[in-house]
């Protein structure tokens, strides 16, 4: 199948700091690329749609001054979260379709846990 | 806006018992449906896609049916054993893109 990696797996900083998370796909080109936030003992929450060569797309009530997300490449994907604050600890994950817009199978990255202090 | 529920929300069984996992969706206009597994702190391990055309799939002790006129799937788990304890997950994948909207998942502990 398909692989997608997330870089880093884990980080930790400073309330104020911004962060930024990689999304790749490794083997296929991704021009659509999901991310999700997991808070603990919760589902996953779709935050944004990331389109290659265009604006991301937000779900409602996600800040995107906040949740900066750049797709500068058909297999790179980064979400920024910016000015940081504890309650933005939680569990990053991303998501690509091999094959966008056809309701294909995603394939997801192993996430990346972010603990803000 | 699409909603989906699993039940139950978790499950404690004995090894070597077969069991049911529910998912139920509002929204009947979906593209496939897809059965996820996730581990403490990992993240998703994909079992299962069912397209909207078919009933079901099967893979190993795993079967996932869909329904799409009633809302519902369900997977079903033949002679669990402790290594399957994880939490498992379903989503509806909309018929317009590739969005996934995610349940609650259901929270399952096999005891040895």
């Known amino acids: 199948g398909a692989v997608v990696s997330q870089h880093p797996s884990w980080v930790i900083c400073k309330s104020g700091t911004s962060v930024k998370i990689e999304c790749r796909s490794l083997d296929f080109q991704a021009t659509t690329m999901f991310w999700y936030r997991q808070f603990p003992k919760q589902s996953l929450m779709l935050m944004a749609t990331s389109n290659e060569g265009s604006k991301a797309t937000y779900e409602q009530g996600v800040e995107k001054d906040k949740f900066l997300i750049n797709h500068a490449s058909l297999t790179l994907s980064t979400l920024t979260v910016t000015s940081a604050h504890p309650e933005d600890s939680s569990f990053y994950i991303c998501?690509?379709?091999?094959?966008?817009?056809?309701?294909?199978?995603?394939?997801f990255g192993p996430g990346t846990r972010l603990t803000v202090t | 806006k699409q909603e989906v529920t699993q039940i139950p929300a978790a499950l404690s069984v004995p090894e070597g018992e077969n069991l049911v996992l529910n998912c139920s969706f509002t929204d009947s206009a979906i593209y496939n449906l897809q059965w996820f597994r996730q581990d403490p702190g990992k993240g998703l391990t994909s079992l299962l896609l069912?397209?909207?055309?078919?009933r079901e799939q099967t893979s190993g002790r795993l079967n996932a049916s869909l329904d799409k006129s009633s809302g519902r799937s369900t997977l079903y788990i033949a002679a669990s054993q402790p290594g399957d304890s994880a939490t498992y997950l379903c989503a509806a994948i909309e018929t317009s893109g590739s969005r996934l909207t995610f349940g609650e998942g259901t929270q399952l502990t096999v005891n040895p």
């Open positions: 069912i397209q909207s055309s078919q």
């Open positions: 998501s690509a379709p091999k094959i966008p817009g056809k309701g294909g199978e995603q394939y």
